[in-house]
Each structure stands twice: as structure tokens, then as C-alpha cells.
């Protein structure tokens, strides 16, 4: 079946802000990146306001993506909105007692699930966008989108390892986005891998230092 081109107006976002060399980065990209490094470097403080950046970011990013063809990278923004309010109510609300959530390590049935629910949904987003869409990179979109989906389920719970999930996926995000002329968002997901070692280090600290307590119930 041959590929669908998706094209939509998406306004001035999408109007050029500069150019690295002959690349032109938009306004939306531009916002995006700002956004999206100050939101990461909240979570890694454990600050309950990066969900409300975190919203503005994905919603800047998915237009970039649409923009871009990475179709299941900008459908994912949606359900991304969803997975921040999401994460918002239980950091708030979560924990033992209806308080704040703690950080706690990922148990076994936790990553059986997650992995299943990774794999199925690479598998299918890959066919989806194989056959739908004229997307130039249907596996590694459909394996960064999953793999975020992970990641982001995990952070909205506080698990430690979720921040090895956003490792995995930067590390597919920076070139993909290379390659798809993003060159401003693939220096985004530089300083994003970055800011999750950082933050990987910081929850194992949180996490030592804290006494030993029975793991919240999912």
C-alpha cells in the first residue's frame, strides 16, 4: 500500500526563528528546546512543576514532529498530555497516606509489564506506520515512542529505572533527529541524556538516604 502524506497547516509556530546554516529551526522547535530542558532539569529536582512545563512541551514538540513526518513521535504528544496529568495527580497525592510520592526501585512484575507493553507497541506502530503513513523511519519511531512511553509511565511513579529508559531512548532521539534535519531538538536530546545521568544519580541518591519503608501499592 503505498504511504499516506500527512499535511497540515500549523501556523506561525512553525515559521522559521533562525537558521543553522541552511536549516531553518522554527519558532516551535526554538520553544521546544527551552521548555523541554528546563522540564527535565525539574524532574531531576523532583519539582511538581515540571508537569505544567512538561504539558507546554509536548504540545510544542508535537507540531514539530507532524511538521517533520515522525507521525507516531507527534501522535504521542497527545498521550503524553494525558501521562502528565497523570503523573502531576499521583506526585502530589500518591504516596502512602494520599502524600507525596517517594522514589523506589522498579519491581519484577513492573519491568515483565512494561517490557510486554513496550514490545507490542513497537511492533505495532511500526506496522501502522509502515502502512499508513509515508514515514521514512517506522521502526525507530515506533521504538523511541515506546520506549518514552515507558519511561514516562515510570518517571509519573517515581521508579528509579525509569531514568535508564530515557537513557535508551536519547540515545536513538539524537540521531534520528539529526538525520530528519531537527539539528536544534537533536541538541535538545544531547542535553537531555545529560540531564538524565544526572538524574538518575540524584533519585539513587534520594533513594539511599531515605530509610527502608514497604513499596506503595501500583
Not at 509536548?58 to 503524553?80: E, M, P, R, S
Request: with cysteine.
Amino acid at each position: 500500500m503505498a504511504g499516506m502524506s500527512v499535511n497540515v497547516p500549523l501556523g506561525p509556530l512553525l515559521d522559521p526563528a533562525f537558521h543553522l546554516g541552511s536549516v531553518p529551526t522554527t519558532w516551535a522547535e526554538l520553544l521546544g528546546f527551552a521548555t523541554g530542558a528546563v522540564n527535565v532539569w525539574l524532574v531531576v529536582r523532583q519539582n511538581i512543576l515540571n508537569w505544567p512545563i512538561g504539558i507546554a512541551n509536548v504540545i510544542l514538540l508535537g507540531l514539530v514532529f507532524l511538521d517533520g513526518g515522525l507521525y507516531a513521535d507527534a501522535g504521542l504528544q497527545v498521550v503524553y498530555v494525558a501521562l502528565q496529568l497523570y503523573g502531576w495527580w499521583v506526585w502530589l497525592y500518591g504516596g502512602d497516606g494520599r502524600d507525596r510520592l517517594p522514589v523506589r526501585r522498579t519491581r519484577g512484575a513492573e519491568w515483565a509489564a512494561l517490557i510486554a507493553a513496550g514490545a507490542a507497541g513497537t511492533a505495532l506502530l511500526t506496522w501502522a506506520l509502515s502502512a499508513w503513513t509515508d514515514s521514512t523511519v517506522p521502526f525507530w519511531d515506533a521504538l523511541t515512542t515506546a520506549l518514552s512511553l515507558m519511561a514516562t509511565y515510570g518517571q509519573s511513579r517515581k521508579l528509579l529505572e525509569s531514568w535508564w529508559l530515557w537513557i535508551a531512548a536519547d540515545l536513538v532521539y539524537i540521531p534520528l533527529y539529526f538525520a530528519k534535519d531537527l539539528k536544534l531538538t537533536s541538541a535538545l536530546y544531547l542535553v537531555f541524556l545529560a540531564l538524565c545521568v544526572s538524574g538518575l544519580l540524584a533519585w539513587h541518591r534520594d533513594l539511599r538516604a531515605r530509610p527502608l519503608a514497604p513499596a506503595a501499592a501500583v
